[in-house]
């Protein structure tokens, strides 16, 4: 097998949108500057040694571009902590820079490369179809509301500083439901958001794991959330309350403290900001701090960080073994996939990788899809406040997969 990089100027799939060239079934990683898109399957390889696999890949560069490319390997990890994980080196991969340049990297026996660039295409919007859903909770409400509160007076017990307690729901179709469509919404609703698609999971992620470019890394943890209203001045308002709240400054303090921990071991530097800022997506609010620093050599990968990483406060506890332990004796259900984390890592150990929030699972007959919403508890949490907090999450998936 051989890596071939290709130019792909002057084509149709130099600009038609990501979402696009993914449509059902392509694997899609995308960001604020650029994106990757993954057709077919080369190999299957486990995520720990997923940097040795691709480095043995034999590379060739025909574009014009001096930077080197190296062949990419896409996919998601669970939210426990170190749960086996595989990604998947496609056939074709399409990358956007971000700065206006789209590249192919084909990997494949020399006589197929050809072949496989020039099945790749963008798909067609897909035509409007009427549908019928169903939307249930695989767990009793009680369920949740007791899960919260056994969190809150375990916090205020000493026992953890936070416990991020989630709930799930169905969505039933009468029909089989595009992937494709919800994309096209995701992307033109929340742009600012890392948006993916990786075998029939999906979602719009605000929060970036960690991110490796040679010896940069960056983290930019939320934690601390309130809603949205469409209306500018109620919404400020509802930000600098968030700023203000004890509760939410201790559930975001945990979080950027993780962090920090967790990568200062390989850093030769690593700042964040002092106060976190709000950053504000479609349907809610939230407290963000950014954190980036300069890795020491050798430089780990990006995955041996995610494993560092993964599950931060934000999606898991603090301390991080006793709020799993509750997490998974009070929940109801099985995480899987929701609140791991999805993204990319290439040859050299460089990647980006989102939490996997905001996100649905679809079916492999595309007629259910689960998704999931959870919120941080802290000693001042309130049952039913928390239980509002996991219906505005849920809206951003409910409203890109339930249109008219």
Same mark, same amino acid.
């Given at each position: ?6 130019? &792909? ?20 990683? +995308? ?17 720990? +040694? ?20 190296? $062949? ?29 340049? @789209? ?6 026996? =020399? ?14 919007? /897909? ?10 909770? $695989? ?5 949740? &509301? ?14 953890? @500083? ?21 994309? @096209? ?20 992620? /605000? ?62 530097? &690593? ?15 939230? &407290? ?8 020491? =050599? ?12 993964? /599950? ?45 929030? +905001? ?6 007959? @595309? ?38």
């Amino acid at each position: 097998m051989i890596a071939v990089t290709r130019d &792909l100027v002057d084509t149709p799939l130099a600009t038609a949108a990501l979402v696009d060239i993914a449509g059902d079934t392509g694997l899609l990683f +995308r960001s604020t500057t650029g994106g990757r898109v993954g057709i077919g399957c080369a190999m299957i390889v486990d995520a720990d +040694r997923s940097v040795t696999e691709l480095s043995s890949i034999e590379c060739r560069n025909e574009s014009n571009s001096e930077s080197a490319l190296h $062949p990419i390997a896409m996919g998601c990890v669970d939210f426990l902590p170190h749960a086996p994980a595989t990604l998947t080196i496609p056939q074709v991969t399409i990358v956007d820079n971000g700065a206006g340049d @789209r590249f192919a990297i084909v990997c494949a026996d =020399e006589s197929a490369v050809d072949d496989l660039l020039e099945s790749v295409v963008a798909h067609p919007a /897909p035509h409007p179809a009427a549908n019928s859903y169903q939307v249930d909770s $695989p767990i009793s409400i009680s369920t949740y &509301l007791k899960a919260v509160e056994g969190a809150r007076d375990a916090v205020r017990a000493g026992e953890l @500083r936070k416990a991020v307690i989630a709930r799930p729901v169905m969505i039933t179709a009468r029909d089989p439901m595009s992937i494709h469509a919800v994309l @096209r919404r995701l992307d033109a609703t929340f742009g600012s958001t890392y948006r993916f698609s990786i075998d029939g999971f999906i979602g719009a992620s /605000p929060e970036l794991l960690v991110s490796v470019n040679g010896a940069v890394v960056r983290s930019h943890p939320l934690a601390g959330t309130t809603r949205t209203t469409g209306n500018d001045a109620i919404d400020a308002q509802l930000a600098a309350e968030l700023l203000a709240s004890e509760k939410n400054q201790i559930e975001h303090h945990a979080a950027i403290e993780m962090v920090r921990d967790s990568l200062l071991p390989f850093c030769s530097y &690593l700042d964040w900001t002092p106060e976190p800022s709000v950053i504000k997506v479609a349907n809610v609010q939230h &407290l963000g701090s950014l954190a980036e620093g300069h890795l020491s =050599e050798p430089y780990p990968s990006v995955i041996e960080l995610v494993r560092e990483l993964q /599950p931060t406060p934000a999606v898991g506890g603090h301390p991080r073994d006793t709020a799993i332990e509750m997490i998974v004796n009070s929940e109801g259900f099985t995480r899987g996939r929701y609140g791991g984390a999805v993204g990319w890592v290439n040859a050299a150990g460089d990647g980006e990788w989102a939490v996997s929030l +905001r996100c649905a699972e679809f079916s492999d007959d @595309r007629r259910e899809a689960r998704l999931v919403a959870g919120g941080g508890i802290v000693a001042d949490s309130d049952p039913e406040s928390e239980l509002a907090e996991t219906q505005a999450k849920l809206q951003a998936m409910l409203g890109a997969i339930i249109r008219p």
